[in-house]
């Protein structure tokens, strides 16, 4: 209750936070979705100077999730949850990457699988959008990142929806 409490203050009062407070609301949610997307490993969170048109980006090498310094300071709550959600769900591609590598070749037909191949064909050759924005955003693991983030955000909504009406 405490955590919910606390969440939903930080909610509401987004942008009177500053970027420490963000960085451990933000952190909060960061080990749910470790949790809710089975991580079996940690995610760090940091915050720096990133280039022009990224928003956050994550680092498979050290498990680190890094958000823009001015997108955490002047986006919206929305729009930072975005941004997380969507660096957590490209942690879980790596990780059905791993899983697909580890399973015996008679598994690996499965519909859980059924993105892995061009997960594992973008990482190795990512376009990271300098070249030509529809490279990027017309990558399988882009498109279903920003999938899981939508509807991320969308049930984060709703909670605080529903957590709010019952305080009322």
Same mark, same amino acid.
């Given at each position: 209750?405490?955590?919910?409490?606390?969440?939903?203050?930080?909610?509401?009062?987004?942008?009177?936070?500053?970027?420490?407070?963000?960085?451990?609301?933000?952190?909060? =949610?960061?080990?749910?979705?470790?949790?809710?997307?089975?991580?079996?490993?940690?995610?760090?969170?940091?915050?720096?100077?990133?280039?022009?048109?990224?928003? @956050?980006?994550?680092?498979?090498?050290?498990?680190?999730?890094?958000?823009?310094?001015?997108?955490?300071?002047?986006?919206?709550?929305?729009?930072?949850?975005?941004?997380?959600?969507?660096?957590?769900?490209?942690?879980?591609?790596?990780?059905?990457? @791993?899983?697909?590598?580890?399973?015996?070749?008679?598994?690996?037909?499965?519909?859980?699988?059924?993105? =892995?191949?061009?997960?594992?064909?973008?990482?190795?050759?990512?376009?990271? !959008?300098?070249?030509?924005? !529809?490279?990027?955003?017309?990558?399988? =693991?882009?498109?279903? @990142?920003?999938?899981?983030?939508?509807?991320?955000?969308?049930?984060?909504?709703?909670?605080?929806?529903?957590?709010?009406?019952?305080?009322?």
């Amino acid at each position: 209750f405490f955590i919910r409490g606390w969440l939903l203050s930080a909610y509401d009062d987004w942008s009177n936070l500053n970027t420490q407070e963000k960085l451990d609301v933000l952190g909060v =949610v960061l080990n749910i979705e470790i949790r809710y997307l089975g991580l079996n490993h940690e995610l760090y969170l940091k915050s720096s100077a990133l280039d022009t048109n990224t928003a @956050a980006h994550y680092n498979h090498n050290n498990h680190e999730v890094v958000i823009d310094i001015n997108h955490l300071q002047s986006a919206s709550a929305e729009e930072i949850l975005d941004s997380l959600c969507h660096e957590c769900y490209h942690s879980y591609q790596y990780q059905m990457i @791993a899983l697909y590598n580890e399973s015996p070749e008679k598994y690996r037909d499965m519909l859980l699988f059924q993105y =892995v191949d061009d997960y594992i064909e973008e990482f190795s050759d990512y376009s990271d !959008g300098k070249d030509s924005i !529809g490279d990027y955003y017309f990558q399988t =693991v882009e498109i279903a @990142a920003r999938k899981y983030a939508a509807q991320a955000v969308d049930e984060y909504y709703e909670l605080i929806e529903e957590y709010t009406a019952d305080d009322k």
